[in-house]
């Protein structure tokens, strides 16, 4: 006869929702368990049973953060043409780090601001994140250029360095409040400079 456990009392979907939230608004050092289980609505002992240890919990936020807010970068990359795969991209990063009802700016860049040696796992993680993101854009880049959608001299690698720099520059910008108005024109005028790539 098998024992049934207890049921956990608490939605995990929302708790990790919670705390990509907290994440996301503090980065991974200036969220402390305290505010990550206030915001759960758990006990310390409910978060590590469903969800590990905080850097276990980051991992699973960020990729909450992937699959909701920054899973514009994946319908990016599916658009037909190199332009219109920037433009989503760039729209994209302006919308995401500027929406009313969640924090400003971007996770991927938020999460590890101001971390000391105790952040170096969230630093770590947020870098290959980063890199996942440039790596993608520059093989439907090259993608372009093989299909003759871009010239056949253009550097895909550094056309992906550019817009990721660009929407993440948009990142930092809507963190400091910058509007989402001004951040689009940023966005249109880094688009104009791609005429003709």
Request: hydrophobic share 40%; proline share 4%; net charge neutral.
């Amino acid at each position: 006869m098998t024992a049934i456990g207890r049921p956990r009392g608490f939605d995990a979907d929302e708790a990790l929702q919670a705390a990509m939230l907290v994440f996301w608004r503090q980065g991974y050092e200036g969220a402390s368990l305290a505010d990550l289980t206030d915001a759960m609505g758990i006990t310390k002992t409910s978060m590590y049973a469903a969800f590990g240890n905080k850097e276990q919990l980051f991992r699973k936020a960020l990729a909450r953060y992937d699959e909701g807010p920054a899973s514009y970068a994946l319908r990016a990359v599916e658009k037909p043409t190199a332009r219109e795969v920037a433009t989503a991209f760039l729209n994209g990063a302006v919308r995401t780090t500027t929406q009313p009802d969640g924090p400003p700016g971007c996770f991927g860049v938020q999460g590890s601001l101001a971390a000391g040696e105790s952040g170096e796992p969230a630093r770590e993680i947020l870098s290959e994140w980063r890199n996942n993101g440039r790596r993608l854009l520059e093989t439907r880049f090259r993608r372009a250029v093989d299909e003759g959608d871009l010239p056949a001299g253009t550097d895909a690698g550094r056309l992906a360095l550019y817009v990721m720099t660009v929407a993440f520059g948009i990142a930092v910008q809507a963190a400091s409040g910058v509007s989402r108005a001004d951040l689009q024109r940023v966005a249109d005028a880094a688009l104009r400079t791609l005429e003709g790539v």
